[in-house]
T-cell receptor, first 116, second 114 residues
């Protein structure tokens, strides 16, 4: 089965630093997502992205966050100035069709971000 | 507020025994309902989903789930658990028309005894 690939698996950064998390979605997919899971808490939706635009975002996705599809294969999440509370597992996902009813989301294995 | 509750944090069952993982949701309308599984070091994998129609849905790996509107529940079941089923299981709901905005439960970790 095709996979969503996330790199690195673990990233450590200093508070206040910028960090970019990278994802390679499944090649023919058009819809892209970021979720995060703080240790011991629920998986939370951050943002969905289609046609080079944000489709939907949660309250968590504030001005410190941005997403980009810089080329035909990568999908990135940037955190401009990391805070301690940004420490979490970040999951990328992609789907081939619009909306939850039409296609399943394929998730990557996540990047564990540790902010020191 | 929309929410998903998985009341069991950790369940241990013997291999070959039946399994039921509980999920209750709070939602304004009939949501889309999902069960995902996460094995260690892996991403979330969709087990099954309910959108409409038959309230008993079949998924992969021999899992099934039943939507009970009156109880706001979507419990996951498997008649005979295999050791490879040991993982963390997440129930999630999503709004019709949403672009991937899933609300997840906290998850239930399943351990399987030989």
């Amino acid at each position: 089965e095709p996979e969503v690939t996330q790199t690195p698996s673990h990233q450590v950064t200093q508070m206040g630093q910028e960090v970019i998390l990278r994802c390679v979605p499944i090649s023919n997919h058009l819809y892209f997502y970021w979720y995060r899971q703080i240790l011991g808490q629920k998986v939370e939706f951050l943002v969905s992205f289609y046609n080079n635009e944000i489709s939907e975002k949660s309250e968590i996705f504030d001005d410190q966050f941005s997403v980009e599809r810089p080329d035909g294969s990568n999908f990135t999440l940037k955190i401009r100035s990391t805070k301690l509370e940004d420490s979490a597992m970040y999951f990328c996902a992609s789907s081939g069709d619009r909306g939850l009813s039409n296609e399943k989301l394929f998730f990557g294995s996540g990047t564990q971000l540790s902010v020191l | 507020a929309q929410s998903v509750t998985q009341p069991d944090i950790h369940i241990t069952v013997s291999e070959g025994a039946s399994l039921e993982l509980r999920c209750n949701y709070s939602y304004g309308a009939t949501p889309y309902l999902f069960w995902y599984v996460q094995s260690p070091g892996q991403g979330l994998q969709l087990l099954l989903k309910y959108f409409s129609g038959d309230t008993l849905v079949q998924g992969i790996k021999g899992f099934e789930a039943e939507f009970k509107r009156s109880q706001s529940s979507f419990n996951l079941r498997k008649p005979s658990v295999h050791w490879s089923d040991a993982a963390e299981y997440f129930c999630a709901v999503g709004a019709r028309g949403s672009q991937g905005n899933l609300i997840f439960g906290k998850g239930t970790k399943l351990s399987v005894k030989p």
